[in-house]
């Protein structure tokens, strides 16, 4: 029974992070589904909720006008989500090319709402205010639209650590895990759809928009896997950029949290993903999205029993013994994570870490 | 061999952080604590 639930557990994290990519692999090289990309600069409506972000909402407004996009085709929404005399202020500077929306505080799904319903055009542009997007993102983000197949497009993120820039305690973790994560994207999107977007730059033909539940915590899931159970696919572009630097682990970690709890509650709201005959990338979504909730479970599972089965084997010794040094580098890992932020706070480049923990890096 | 180390215990730490996420993620959840903005 022990060996068991060991092989069960230990297969669970050897799939995830091995057995799935491989499969990918050879999936999109076997049968892969080109996407029927035409530049064009079709009108879009980009919208961002906000709440207390004047200075960030000012940044963003600056760097939408700033895109080599022609300003009559794009609209821009801001849904400000309560009252808050800065973000205000910022929206009348800017009320020119500005659309802005006032909402009574109820979440950032129903700003989403409020702004999809207040878009003008057939092509939705979801943004986080703190991101910046590259001058040729909605081009990146709109090519695939041409093809009638195409129904979202997830635009990348890049972390500053993939560029170099990055000087956050956990960036050099986050950044290959986040290189692996797009990789991953990458793939699902080469062999059908991407298992939903990311937050801070995404696409989506208005025709799909499903209103979200008010308490909805990843919107840049939810919309794009209902697209995909509507039969349209949901591809990623890596010719629309957006950048964003990694936070402190503190922070990183609570975005995190946030996105594992909205993976489960994703469940709760679309059961029809785990349904095979319903969900047309249900491989794609059990291997990536359901896998990655099973995996904590599985190591703790793989660390209790290879313990208990220690004294009955060489093998499980060793199995064991390799997880106690694994946890064991993470302390330390911990440890050199925290003494970097020790230092940086003393050397005063400690980030805006309540800035940074508003919006979305790793759906 | 110490900046490899140093390494190779970012990631471990990154792992676990984000791997573990996904149980305080659940209890949040159950917990209904407001996780959304």
Known sequence: MMAAIFWASASVVLYVYFGYPIVLMVWSRLRPRPVHAHPDEPPVSVVIAVRDEAEALERKIANLRSLDYPTEHLQIVVVSDGHHPGTAAVLRRNVSVVDAIYVRRGGKAQALNAGVEAARHDIIVFADVRQRFDRRALHGLVAPLADPTVGGVSGELMLDVETGEGSADIGEGMGGYWRYEKWLRRQESAIGSTMGATGAIYALRRSLWVPLPVDTILDDVLAPMRAVLAASRVVFSSEALAFDPVAPSGVELRRKIRTLAGNYQILRLEPRLLNPFRNPVWIQYMSHKVGRLLVPYALMALLIVSGLLAATSPFYALAFAGQVLFYGLAAYGAWLSRRDRLLAEDAGHEPAVNALIKGTTTS | ?37
Not at chain 2, 18 to 28: E, P, R, S
């Open chain 2, 1 to 37: 061999m110490i900046h490899t180390v140093d390494r190779v215990a970012r990631v471990a730490f990154a792992f676990v952080l984000l791997n573990y996420a996904a149980v305080a993620g659940l209890f949040a959840l159950s917990l209904k604590r407001q996780l959304w903005r």
